[in-house]
T-cell receptor, first 118, second 110 residues
Framework: EAQVTQNPRYLITVTGKKLTVTCSQN?????MSWYRQDPGLGLRQIYY???????DKGDVPEGYKVSRKEKRNFPLILESPSPNQTSLYFC?????????????????FGPGTRLTVL | SQQGEEDPQALSIQEGENATMNCSYK?????LQWYRQNSGRGLVHLIL?????REKHSGRLRVTLDTSKKSSSLLITASRAADTASYFC??????????FGPGTRLSVLP
């Protein structure tokens, strides 16, 4: 089954304790992305990756790191989490457009990770 | 920066009625997409419309795009209780990063 998986689904942690949220897709998609969703703000893009070893900042990258060493995996790293990073996080993947510099196409979303930082 | 802005923020209708949601954006785009989200779960893609298209249909969904006004609308015809969800538009900001609006919360009452 084609899917995007995230782990863990729920996480409660304390300020400053490094954590990693994993994301994996089995659709051979080039494009992967991380979003956070907060009430009233919709989804905001944190980082995205057009392919292996290629990552770029989205609208709210501060306090986050990512890596893309393999095509299927795109982990989100919080080196020193703070309470303002309490949020619902989504990973997504997509094929890119047939145009060389074109935008990603339909995005497939994971089920979400609810993170609470105390 | 908030690229897509949906309107209204919330909409409540009776089953069988049509629901219309609007989205406005600020910059040039390659495509605009609509997604649905059920109560804090993952988003599901509904429809994509490219900047050179004006209207697109998919089942009970009809999407229009007016690039001169930088706006799009999503029409759901003959709504059902199962359509109750939040609906988001997303634009590509003429690049590779996506911007979502805050969403329209649709309630379809039986």
């Amino acid at each position: 089954e084609a899917q995007v998986t995230q782990n863990p689904r729920y996480l409660i942690t304390v300020t400053g304790k490094k954590l990693t949220v994993t994301c994996s897709q089995n659709m051979n998609h080039e494009y992967m992305s991380w979003y956070r969703q907060d009430p009233g703000l919709g989804l905001r893009q944190i980082y995205y990756s057009m392919n292996v070893e290629v990552t770029d900042k989205g609208d709210v990258p501060e306090g986050y790191k990512v890596s893309r060493k393999e095509k299927r995996n795109f982990p989100l790293i919080l080196e020193s989490p703070s309470p303002n990073q309490t949020s619902l996080y989504f990973c997504a993947s997509s094929l890119v457009s047939v145009m060389a510099s074109g935008p990603p196409d339909t995005q497939y979303f994971g089920p979400g990770t609810r993170l609470t930082v105390l | 920066s908030q690229q897509g802005e949906e309107d209204p923020q919330a909409l409540s209708i009776q089953e069988g009625e049509n629901a219309t949601m609007n989205c406005s954006y600020k910059t040039s785009i390659n495509n605009l997409q609509w997604y649905r989200q059920n109560s804090g779960r993952g988003l599901v893609h509904l429809i994509l419309i490219r900047s050179n298209e004006r209207e697109k249909h998919s089942g009970r969904l009809r999407v229009t795009l007016d690039t001169s006004k930088k706006s799009s609308s999503l029409l759901i015809t003959a709504s059902r209780a199962a359509d109750t969800a939040s609906y988001f538009c997303a634009t590509d900001n003429y690049g590779q990063n996506f911007v979502f609006g805050p969403g329209t919360r649709l309630s379809v009452l039986p």
